[in-house]
């Protein structure tokens, strides 16, 4: 034999461990498995479970970071102090999918008996890019409350522009959520704060 018959020769057998792998009623011993997933990727349980995760994803009703909403600003504090203020994690609650952070006992009590009237806007996605259809992250410090609720914006430029037309922006973003959610991605600064 030629080494050319040996290469057809281990694409052959290849092909058959991989045909056996996906059948569903093949059974492969412990060890082998993992090699036949290594070479195959149909090897797997569900081979088509990745791209229906994907095809379906949603993004999260509150968006975090770090898996703290507001990037770990308190909610209440927005309203009672009138400026971003960290929460600390002494003070936790979870709520709507997400951790949310408080900077003190009266604040996180607040917060629970009416978790709706300190909640952002949008789930705490920026307000600007909800209403021009897409997801995006925050920045704590760029916030504005209008007719009693919160909104957060990216950063300090992009709220700018949000507020050049606030009634405008709140109503197509009103109009988008929460059918936005359905997208596969959000523009994350990645910054802490």
Not at 32 to 41: G, L, S
Not at 132 to 148: F, M, Q
Not at 151 to 177: E, F, H, M, T
């Amino acid at each position: 034999m030629r080494v050319n018959d040996w290469g057809v020769m281990a694409m052959a057998s290849l092909i058959g461990l991989t045909a056996i792998a996906c059948s569903p009623s093949a059974t492969v011993e412990s060890g082998v498995d993992e090699q036949i997933q290594a070479v195959d990727p149909c090897a797997a349980a569900d081979p088509c479970a990745a791209a229906k995760a994907d095809s379906t994803a949603q993004q999260p009703g509150v968006y975090s970071f770090d898996d703290v909403a507001l990037r770990g600003a308190d909610p209440v504090a927005y309203f009672t102090e009138g400026k971003a203020v960290r929460g600390v994690a002494d003070y936790e609650y979870q709520w709507n999918g997400a951790t949310w952070r408080f900077s003190n006992a009266d604040n996180l009590a607040q917060f629970t008996a009416n978790p709706e009237a300190y909640a952002p806007q949008y789930g705490g996605y920026c307000a600007l890019a909800v209403s021009n259809g897409y997801l995006a992250s925050i920045d704590p410090e760029a916030w504005r409350i209008v007719d009693g609720k919160l909104y957060l914006n990216y950063s300090p430029g992009v709220q700018r522009q949000w507020q050049r037309d606030i009634p405008g922006n709140i109503a197509k973003g009103s109009q988008n959520w929460p059918g936005v959610l359905a997208s596969s991605t959000v523009q994350e600064s990645g910054r802490s704060w």
